[in-house]
């Protein structure tokens, strides 16, 4: 079955760097949640979208933004990178049918900022 | 107080035993729970959810759900080493639409051949 995808897995990047991270949700689903989880850490909820309308917003720096595109892919945009934005950051998707909400994860982007 | 609660471990169980996992919330509106198994530097891995108080069974895993008591459990029979993974207990904020994951820190389970 088709599983979430997300790339690119691993980015290296420079403070004050932007890095753009992509999200393809599984097929017909059409809500995607993006997570951050820093080391020894459990993940933590940063943005969603739903029919590519923002659904729900957590902890998310003002440097980042994302957004849904037509095709349900979606992209984190990071800009001003700090030394405490390494981490993995992992895209989920849910289709929400008969009000079930589970969700599935990517594999995850990997991001070290030096 | 975390919104969900769980204990960190380790949790040391002998390869077939019945590993038994735990999870607490604080939220009586949260509707949703989940279990999700996380292998060091991959992706969680959804094992079970559940929805109704009572238990729900999936092979060699059980979901127990008190809504009264705000617990929730999992309990993994005949335990294998290759189920030696954190365990991340996972709660559906409250409220309509599809909403985010609060998620507890995670129980690692060793399974010991």
């Known amino acids: 079955a088709a599983g979430v995808i997300q790339s690119p897995r691993h980015l290296i990047k420079e403070k004050r760097e932007t890095a753009t991270l992509k999200c393809y949700p599984i097929?017909?689903?059409?809500?995607v949640y993006w997570y951050q989880q820093g080391p020894g850490q459990d993940p933590q909820f940063l943005i969603s979208?739903?029919?590519?309308?923002?659904?729900d917003k957590g902890s998310i720096p003002d440097r980042f933004s994302a957004q849904q595109f037509s095709d349900y892919h979606s992209e984190l945009n990071m800009s001003s990178l700090e030394l405490g934005d390494s981490a993995l950051y992992f895209c989920?998707?849910?289709?929400?049918?008969?009000?079930?909400?589970?969700?599935?994860f990517g594999p995850g982007t990997r991001l070290t900022v030096l | 107080q975390k919104e969900v609660e769980q204990n960190s471990g380790p949790l040391s169980v002998p390869e077939g035993a019945i590993a038994s996992l735990n999870c607490t919330y604080s939220?009586?509106?949260?509707?949703?729970f989940f279990w999700y198994r996380q292998y060091s530097g991959k992706s969680p891995e959804l094992i079970m959810s559940?929805?109704?108080?009572g238990d729900k069974e999936d092979g060699r895993f059980t979901a127990q759900l008190n809504k009264a008591s705000q617990y929730v459990s999992l309990l993994i029979r005949d335990s294998q080493p290759s189920d030696s993974a954190t365990y991340l207990c996972?709660?559906?904020?409250?409220?309509?639409?599809?909403?985010?994951?609060?998620f507890g820190s995670g129980t690692r389970l060793q399974v010991q051949p």
């Open positions: 989920a998707s849910s289709s929400g049918l008969a009000g079930i909400n589970e969700q599935f």
């Open positions: 097929p017909r689903h059409d809500t």
């Open positions: 979208f739903y029919e590519k309308m923002q659904s």
């Open positions: 939220d009586r509106g949260s509707q949703s």
């Open positions: 559940i929805y109704s108080n």
């Open positions: 996972a709660v559906n904020k409250p409220g309509t639409g599809r909403r985010a994951l609060t």
